[in-house]
């Protein structure tokens, strides 16, 4: 039998994030045996994956960070069963690993950054390691990403909602950016302006204020016009630029961009809120 030394078992549990114990239990099973230990528990948390392969991952934490230039935010979402896993310190250290590598690698989609190397494993194959240590079923569920001249992300108290926003400029007072990323996360808008919203969801509303109307016993030839009426609305309580501003109602957040530099807008915003 070899000798497992403390050094040991610290290595181990650094490249899997296994618990000392499980680390101890993994190197006294593969008598000293690093590369046997490593499979070791990740064949545990296979095991464990397949388990509870049918259960609900629901719970989890929403985590945002922009790149150190400013230019890049990613955004990304690591689902567990219960809170109480979603609370604890190394599961979130272990999500925000994950969030970092997205910052650094810049993937494309979801099943990229799910591909990427960490710790001698892809980050999918991690996550299968993490659930053997946790004993939940765990998943990465999303990831999306913004470039821009500037990127501001917002993280919720909670890490339960989260959002990024991408802006035309950069150097503008750091607060207007912040104001923006948390009105996208306060008013959940569609979409940033009025062309930008899908036709689906215009044809929809229309619809929806012509039924309303038909209810109210208006007349037939009127219906368009007030169903234009309840759209135009909408799209100032649905679209970024034409929301009010939730620190000062009497300007759009366009009103308030443009306050402050008349070249400055939004090209893109990214939200994701977890059980809320």
Known sequence: MATITSADVAKLRRVTLAGMM???????????NFDKAIEIIRKKGQAVAN????REATEGVVLAKVSADGKFGALIVLNSESDFVAKNEGFVEFATKILNLAIDKKPASLEELKALPMEGAKVGEKVVEYIGIIGE?????FYEKVEA?????????GNKLSTLVGFTKAGINVQVYKDVAMQVA???PVAIDKNDVPGKVIA??????????????KPEEMLEKIA?????KFYKESTLL????VKDNKQTISQYLKSTDKDLTVTAFKRYTLNL
Do not use: T
């Open 228 to 232: 234009q009426g309840k759209l135009a």
């Open 204 to 217: 929809q509303e229309i619809e929806i204020g012509k039924e309303q109307a038909r209810r109210d016993g």
């Open 137 to 141: 079923k765990l998943e990465l569920s």
């Open 149 to 157: 001249s500037h990127v501001q992300a917002y993280i919720h108290p």
């Open 51 to 54: 388990k509870r392969a049918d």
């Open 186 to 188: 306060a008013m959940n």
């Open 242 to 245: 034409n929301q009010e501003f």
């Open 22 to 32: 499980d680390c101890k239990k993994a190197l006294e099973e593969a008598d000293g």
